[in-house]
């Protein structure tokens, strides 16, 4: 996880990266105690810097996404400036590519890289449950 420091609000920002999403992802597809600690950890970070994951934690969480409103109000009002629906847990990968494309999200390369791998993941999961298919490469590039 990347800290730096944001003189201009004097706060310190966790950055999300690779290893941290993971991290939070099993977190958030766990138990309800564990749903629970990622969204306190997810509470206390940048909503602006972080949305990308945060968006894609939310996508895969189970659980009551209640407590995404409840807990994590900032993030959820801060995607709903960016166009995705504050009242509706499942966002899709669809809304989430056109966050990719706001020039106001300001997505950092590390953020699109987890967005493909997990772009990446999910067409290999939904396409091997067909039993002709043993094997899929798939090459996804942003535009």
């Known amino acids: 996880m990347d800290v730096k420091d ?11 990266d690779r290893d941290q999403y993971h991290n939070l992802l099993s977190m958030v597809k766990s138990s309800k105690e564990d749903i629970s600690l990622a969204l306190e950890c997810i509470k206390n970070m940048d909503a602006k810097a ?58 950092s390369q590390n953020h699109i890289d987890i967005f ?5 993941n999910f067409f290999k999961k939904h396409m091997i449950k067909f039993d002709f298919i043993d094997d899929v490469n798939i ?5």
């Open 116 to 120: 493909l791998e997990e772009m990446n």
């Open 6 to 16: 944001t003189k201009n609000r004097g706060t310190r920002s966790i950055i999300i």
């Open 50 to 107: 972080n949305v990308l994951p945060i968006l894609l934690l939310r996508k895969n969480a189970s659980g009551n996404f209640d407590d995404w409103i409840k807990t994590c109000k900032k993030h959820i009002a801060y995607q709903y400036s960016l166009g995705i629906d504050r009242d509706r847990k499942n966002v899709t990968y669809s809304e989430i590519y056109k966050v990719t494309k706001n020039k106001d999200a300001n997505i």
């Open 139 to 143: 090459n996804i590039k942003l535009k």
